[in-house]
């Protein structure tokens, strides 16, 4: 069983960090120390280690619900601010496609976790994808957040879930990312306050800055390379399962039927699941369902 008593590792007080972290009860806050990298990252529970990789523009703080309700089923779950969010900190601004991958792996190492359940969403799930592809060894099972099988067939009526992008293609410092709680994305308006906890960390020019870069060289590079085919010549042997809020536009059972025609031919195990009453923030939308559906994958597809 992994511990977490990990090299480059020490306690980090909550309180110390600026701006403030968000109130979550139960979690420690660590900082975990890698070459160019002070991660900051947020665990709970005791057991085998499960990873929540956090979606744009959130952090940590996007699991404070979904990751106790593992740590209750007996789980050690990880909560890491990726580069370019949350209250991580790079020596080197610079992001490349597979940047976030070399940092989770060598998190995964400092941490002395071997293998793990990998939740993600949203920009996460680009990174959990890289990893249970290229790395499978490291991952016991997989579940996705409202993003597509990296083996999906492009069809013209997935082009508005892009529209959201080209504000963050030409990201101005400074400028609010306010919009993307809309409506459009959430099935349920959320409070200012949790709209401002997840918005924080954007005071940090830091962060601010990194919003061009990962979605330029990170999303669109490893978007490109889905539509042209590249991972439906490989094979997904990680079990995994994709989820997505029954509000999140364009997405329908219906469509994905089309779009993942035949997954037998490009998985060894995909199942689809969606949650009622949820949209893309289906973290927030739909907390307790997202714990459940990622347990209920634990236990069967392990």
Do not use: K, N
């Not at 993942?260 to 939308?285: K, N």
């Amino acid at each position: 069983m992994a511990t977490l008593e990990p090299r480059g590792t020490r306690p980090a007080d909550a309180a110390a960090w600026s701006p403030p972290l968000p109130e979550a009860a139960g979690f420690d806050h660590l900082l975990v120390e890698t070459p160019g990298l002070r991660t900051h990252v947020a665990v709970v529970g005791e057991g085998e280690p499960v990873v929540l990789l956090h979606g744009f523009p959130q952090h940590w703080w996007q699991w404070r619900a979904v990751a106790p309700a593992l740590a209750a089923a007996g789980y050690r779950v990880v909560c890491p601010d990726l580069r370019g969010a949350g209250w991580t900190v790079a020596d080197d601004p610079r992001v490349e496609r597979e940047t976030r991958l070399r940092d989770l792996l060598a998190l995964l190492d400092a941490l002395d976790v071997e293998r793990a359940h990998v939740v993600s969403h949203d920009m996460g799930v680009i990174t959990a994808i890289q990893l249970t592809y290229f790395h499978p060894e490291r991952v016991r099972t997989a579940v996705q957040l409202s993003v597509w099988p990296a083996f999906f067939s492009f069809s013209p009526r997935l082009l508005p879930a892009f529209q959201h992008l080209p504000p963050l293609v030409w990201h101005r410092p400074g400028a609010s990312l306010r919009g993307i709680f809309s409506d459009r994305y959430v099935a349920h308006p959320l409070p200012e306050a949790t709209i401002e906890a997840h918005l924080a960390p954007m005071r940090r020019p830091e962060v601010d800055a990194a919003v061009r870069p990962l979605v330029r060289r990170t999303v669109l590079a490893e978007a490109v390379r889905m539509m042209r085919g590249v991972y439906r010549r490989r094979r997904l042997t990680v079990p995994t399962l994709v989820v997505f809020g029954r509000r999140d536009h364009p997405t329908t059972e219906e469509l994905m039927g089309r779009i993942c025609r035949d997954p037998e031919r490009y998985a060894d195990r995909v199942e689809l699941a969606y949650v009622d009453d949820a949209a893309h923030f289906i973290t927030d939308d739909a907390p307790d369902a997202v714990a459940a559906l990622a347990l209920d994958w634990f236990a069967r597809a392990a």
